[in-house]
């Protein structure tokens, strides 16, 4: 039998020590975690409490920001010119709905959207943010909204949002100096971004667009406030724990006198052509009217791709501001500009005569330059070449003078510059010199080139508001105002009057030759178009060759395309002994500057001078 194999002896000693060690690092180690736990129960519970709490807040709290009201938009005597209308759309959250085209479609049974609308839609879910809502629907009547809220259950992710959208009650009226206000686009944003008021449109989906709209924003968009809203984890609201209201826009009041600029649009009666009629004790615009115009209604709300192609291609371009925007040849309307230039170089005097036998030629120079009169005028003087608008007169004296001299004048009475009125759309228009046609056209100045300019014609351009500046300028003999719409605003409830741009005037060599000049501009308002008026008035009319005739051709507006007949100029003021406005008025393709142009700036004085608070006392 095989040897019993031995047991071996536990060492009882070992394996007690090796327990207790075994142990004692188990200890070690669950200690050390506590530690850790309790340490970051303490770093969570008392160092980062306030981070916690405000993070739990934020889920707990929802903020959320309210528009202000825009302010509103009143004419000089308090009528109301832009207001703020209620409004319902229906907005629409992507991520929210699961088919939109499905959703679309069943909404269409109960409310309609039109194939444009469905279009729009499309276009935009493309690169709109799909947790923002987006408008499907703008100006939804009661029963379109009272009829969405009874089946609202059926559409998830759609709501009714109501507000305030602004209103122009006088269409197309105002248009062109009110502007419009639409919707913030993308190079809204970045400009707001860059100049640090984005948080300012948090709430706000419009923006004014052009015009006072847009030259006004910072007075006319207020400051948004805020909604502290206690929401649930699934963002249902339980209670509204603070609120700060928005401040709203200030409202501001315009320079502008609405029956004026009522009675403007009516005379235009629809052709095309501008009003400007300005305040010249202080700049103000009292009328300032570009017809044709269009109704900025629409793009307040978003106006359709097809109305809006429509307005573009419209060949009377509705769209542009033809009173501050609109580049015409001054004609004979700035002869007394010229006149006043010839005067100051002494190379005419109040009794210098020039010979019209209807026709001037240059020493040297075989060409004609024709008169409007073909036998000529006569003997004329500084009077009656003004009052007969006599070329052969202004021909021989820009000739004397040269552009230089003629150019360096004209630059103080505003020609060849923005006036600064308070809208952003105005162009400079065009005061001709050497160097302006050297860098324009890389050619030299000819003499022939003054001729032209001399009668307002040539490569000589101005706005109509240009126009009714520098004959403002002329009315005051040399005082000079910056043009402005803007009249006053209402902080609060404290009415601000906005101070008066007066410019360093311009002084003559010889300050008797405004009156001569005035008084020219007098004698041709009481031997046309004012003989039987109770008031007396000064006046200057033009027309502008809008293209050239031959020499050997006659020009007959009836045989030529309508848009190549002549444009019909005039400027006025009065009272002629303390002037309170002054008008410049251009109708395109007219013809005849005093046969047409006339009775508007008549009918136009009238209705201001002789109103019931202005009535000429005997």
């Known amino acids: ?38 340490y970051n129960l303490y770093n969570l519970q008392v160092v980062l409490y306030k981070d916690y709490e405000t993070r739990s807040n934020d889920n707990r709290i929802r903020v959320v920001p309210t528009a202000p009201s825009r302010g509103l938009i009143y004419d000089r005597h308090g009528v109301l010119l832009a207001e703020n209308q209620p409004y319902y759309s229906l907005e629409l959250i992507p991520e929210k709905v699961s088919d939109i085209n499905a959703t679309l479609d069943e909404l269409n049974k109960l409310i309609e959207l039109t194939p444009d609308e469905r279009e729009s839609i ?44 602004r209103h122009y009650p006088f269409n197309e009226l105002m248009t062109h100096v009110l502007g419009y206000v639409g919707k913030i686009n993308t190079r809204d944003k970045a400009q707001l971004e860059k100049s640090q008021q984005w948080k300012n449109y948090a709430a706000t989906k419009d923006i004014g667009k052009q015009g006072i709209e847009k030259y006004y924003e910072g007075l006319l968009h207020g400051i948004p406030g805020h909604l502290e809203e206690e929401v649930n984890n699934r963002g249902r609201v339980i209670r509204t724990l603070k609120v700060t209201p928005p401040l709203p826009g200030q409202d501001i009041y315009l320079t502008l006198d609405l029956k004026l600029q009522q009675k403007a649009m009516e005379l235009l009666a629809g052709r095309r052509g501008s009003v400007v009629a300005l305040d010249p004790r202080d700049g103000g615009v009292l009328a300032m009217v570009s017809s044709p115009s269009y109704d900025p209604n629409p793009f307040v709300h978003g106006i359709s791709a097809k109305a809006y192609s429509d ?37 005419i005097n109040e009794h ?74 105005e162009s400079d228009g065009v005061m001709p010199s050497r160097d302006w046609k050297r860098m324009r056209y890389n050619q030299p100045w000819y003499n022939g080139d003054t001729i032209s300019v001399g009668i307002g014609q040539g490569y000589w351009t101005t706005t109509p508001l240009q126009l009714a500046n520098a004959a403002a300028i002329m009315a005051n003999k040399g005082k000079r105002f910056t043009p402005h719409l803007l009249k006053s605003f209402k902080n609060n409830t404290v009415k601000i009057d906005t101070p008066i741009d007066e410019q360093p005037p311009i002084e003559l060599k010889n300050p008797r030759n405004w009156d001569i000049i005035n008084e020219a501009m007098r004698q041709t308002a009481d031997k046309s178009r004012f003989t039987d008026a109770t008031y007396t008035a000064a006046m200057k009319t033009g027309t502008a060759q809008v293209f050239s005739v031959a020499k050997d051709q006659k020009y007959d507006a009836d045989k030529i395309a309508e848009h190549l007949r002549d444009n019909a100029l005039i400027i006025a003021y009065a009272p002629y002994e303390n002037p309170r406005i002054v008008l410049a008025v251009v109708l395109e393709n007219a013809g005849w500057g005093g046969a047409n142009a006339g009775p ?14 202005w009535a000429v006392k005997p």
């Open 311 to 347: 307005l573009l291609n419209d060949k009377s371009r509705p769209l542009i501001n033809r009173s501050t925007q609109g580049q015409y040849s001054p004609a004979s309307t700035v002869k007394p500009h010229v006149a006043l230039l010839g005067l100051e170089e002494k190379v």
């Open 352 to 425: 210098t005569r020039v010979w019209d036998p209807g026709y001037w030629q240059m020493p040297g120079v075989e060409r004609k330059w024709r008169d409007w009169k073909k036998w000529g005028h006569g003997w004329v003087d500084i009077y009656h070449a003004i009052v007969d608008s006599c070329d052969i007169y202004f021909y021989d004296l820009v000739y004397k003078v040269g552009i230089d001299k003629m150019a360096t004048f004209m630059e103080p009475f505003g020609f060849g510059k923005s006036t600064g009125i308070d809208i952003f759309e």
């Open 600 to 613: 508007l700036a008549r009918a136009l004085l009238d209705e201001y001078i002789l109103r019931d608070e």
């Open 122 to 165: 499309t276009e935009t879910l493309k690169y709109h943010r799909r947790f923002k809502p987006l408008t499907i629907k703008n100006k939804l009547t009661e029963d379109q909204v009272a009829t969405f809220s009874v089946n609202q259950y059926k559409f998830p992710g759609l709501y009714v949002e109501a507000g305030l959208k």
């Open 1 to 38: 039998m095989p040897p019993k194999k031995r047991i071996t002896m536990h060492d009882h000693a070992a394996e007690a020590a090796l327990f207790k060690r075994r142990a004692l690092f188990t200890f070690f180690c669950v200690f050390a975690l506590l530690c850790v736990l309790f």
